[in-house]
């Protein structure tokens, strides 16, 4: 059923009501992974390299498992060697041998914090000091660390096995480079020949860590008859299971995982680190084991998004139209194949009109800790150069940037730069929200001296996925609900699900209690991820909803002995739907709740299913920043995201979404990087070192909703948790530069960069 | 008929230079079905690592999704997210 109508009133979607998790996550009671403690529970850590690029001799184990209280000591030799197998997790194509040996090195250690050996005992300080005590000899190997560095020739091969793929003829040496991509839509090569102006410029991005809060952790006990229990935090029950049962041999249904609360994930919990390795350990030790990672292993030992060198060219008429685009994006994968270089390419373009344009890029490995799913991954790094160089172009045109925009923008009907049609998207709306808004509209103000003020736009897009989705709805014996969901609450899911779930039951969101299912029992759920948990776990939820009502108009016109069809339900309560069906009294959920026995038993209903049809996500943000000439400090004096959300089920949520993924870009764009050494060791691996923007850094994040439905949702929802990490780095580039004048192509525009490039400026 | 467009690189293998094909196929099963057919090796290709756009709307890993016979569809990678 479709909700979508002008004259369907909704009552509880598009509410705001506080938030089902709030009162445990303030008070401290909410349980995270780490707060797990189950019976004869041992601990364990990993032992992890310090090399970059090194070989393994041996392991010798003997001293550690000597230590008073281990209990058991592993290392690859322990995880089977299981053949290679594609995988499809948070970002895009994986292989599932390769993550085996990305939980734990086999033959080769390939980046400094890759885990070769993990120690458990009875108390962490003991694992800790029997882990020191691991000794692996090994043979240290020439590293690369930037993709300039592993494409060069004569490059140190990380893989043998690897040759390039996507390319032809099919090379005879192995490489660095994973593979080739390209997506093309005319000929732009020829169309340059039509432009006035061309904007060509080189862009680089460093790699960013999703900076979650809260580390990975899990508590695994292995039964003795095979079977086991996984507690943990991540952004999918049903992936841990799959992938620990992958990754150990073990059949699926021999695992059950219980998703604890997640302090965050961003795409970055959408793998396992740990679970494995300590399934492996409890089974070997007979005990259950937990793991938490410090801060430093997340950064050494987990993956954050790629870093990339971006080259664009960009060419219009005098008139503002594009005529011809161009862009090479290169990706660091890290040290396994699987950088979202195939998205980056896709979404180059995609707010733009063109009939001539090609993108195409690299996948290309390092010395570096295998990339994961970031926000919209791949989008925010070839946007970044696309959107400056659109920015410059503006410039030179003398056009408003947002004007600019709006002629070349995508629309319905619009060819999309990677192929197909464009549908019911709301790029339009947000610009002409840009240029109507009071922020666009206000003046700057006059910087104090030593410092200049300047404003700049972006845009994004990201298409959001559907997916396989379960959920079920229980109605309680008093008349209250019981809503299941098969995916991680990451960003509000459980409140949304609830909200939807009472707008078709015609109740109170209050008597709805959302919870997140473990894996025996909900239905199978992708993981929580690409913005699709309210558009496909929420479209499964509410049929559930719906069957329910209609159950309990059967039940209704049981009690009432008519036909179930002369049953409507309304506001909560069955009618008899119209004169013929005779004079009843309406008969709440309450009252049909309370005679559930009689009229057949429990009411409930559960819906799975394989959501499609999920709409892309458009978003064009403004930013005003400050630039201390002195110091080369760029302060963010005011930030308004404006997003396509199709309809907000709870609008507070989603002006967080786009809140969040606004400072996270923010953070990208001016502060953060991996700084590695010489040897190839990570320098920075803390929050002292590694600067994400905190609360007093910023203003407060303004939001505008735009809604664009999507007809393919019962309310009209598309996902919203992604597309706003996509324009803020241009954002703040093209406002920097309309403050000063620099152009900023390289991340982060930290102090000493932005500094360095006045003074050139300067000359 | 149905326009196909095959023209993205993870289909070249298959079709060489082919870029729109005009198929009488009336869902994402039978798209494949047909695809394999006449091009050996693409209809896995197409099941286990590309998604459909179906007049706009990407779909994947779903055979029941309708093709109408004035759809155009279009062959892409397949899509997750973060």
Known sequence: MNYLGKDVELKVVGTRPIRPDGVEKVNGRASFGADVAVSGMIHAKVVRSPHAHARIKSIDTSKAEAVKGVQAVITGADLPDIPSEEAFVGEGPANFREMSHNVIARDKVLYDGHAVAAVAANTAAIAEEAARLVEVEYEVLPHVISVEEAMADGAPVLHEDMFTQGVDPKPTKASNIAKRVEFKLGDSNAAFAKADVIVERQYTTQPVHQAYIEPHACVVSYNPDGQAQIWCSSQGQFMVRAFCAKLLGMDIASIRVMPMEIGGGFGGKTLVYLEPLALALSKKSGRPVKMVMSREEVFRGSGPTSGGTINVKIGATKNGRIVAAECETILQAGAFPGSPVGPACMTAFACYDLADVTAFGYDVVSNRPKVAAYRAPGAPISTFAVESAVDELAQKLGMDPAEFRLINAAKNETKAAYGPTLKDIGYVETLEATVASEHYKSDLGEAPKGKRRGRGVASGFWFNIGGESSGATYVNEDGTVSVVSGNPDIGGSRASMGMMAAEVLGIDVSRVRTTVGDTASVGYSFLTGGSRVTFATGMAVTQSAEEVRDDMCRRAALIWEIDAEAVEWRDGAAHPAGENAGKFDPLSLSDIAAKSGRTGGPISAKCSINAQGAGPGYATHICDVEVDEETGHVAVLRYTAIQDVGKAIHPAYVEGQMQGGAVQGIGWALNEEYIYNKDGGLDNPGFLDYRVPVASDLPMIETQLIEVPNPRHPFGAKGVGEVPIVPPMAAVANAISSATGVRMPNLPMSPPRMRAALDAAKG | ?82
């Not at chain 2, 298959?14 to 090796?41: H, M, Q």
């Not at chain 2, 693409?42 to 890993?61: C, H, K, Y």
Request: glycine fraction near 8%.
């Open chain 2, 1 to 82: 008929m149905a326009s196909v467009n095959v023209s993205n690189q993870m289909c070249r293998p298959y079709v060489g230079d082919a870029e729109v094909l005009k198929l009488e196929v009336d869902t994402v099963r039978a798209l494949i079905k047909e695809l394999e057919r006449r091009f050996p090796g693409l209809g896995p290709q197409v099941e286990e690592s590309m998604a459909v756009a179906i007049d706009g709307v990407i779909v994947q890993d779903t055979y029941l999704e309708p093709i109408g016979p004035d759809s155009e569809v279009f062959l892409i990678p397949k899509i997750a997210g973060g």
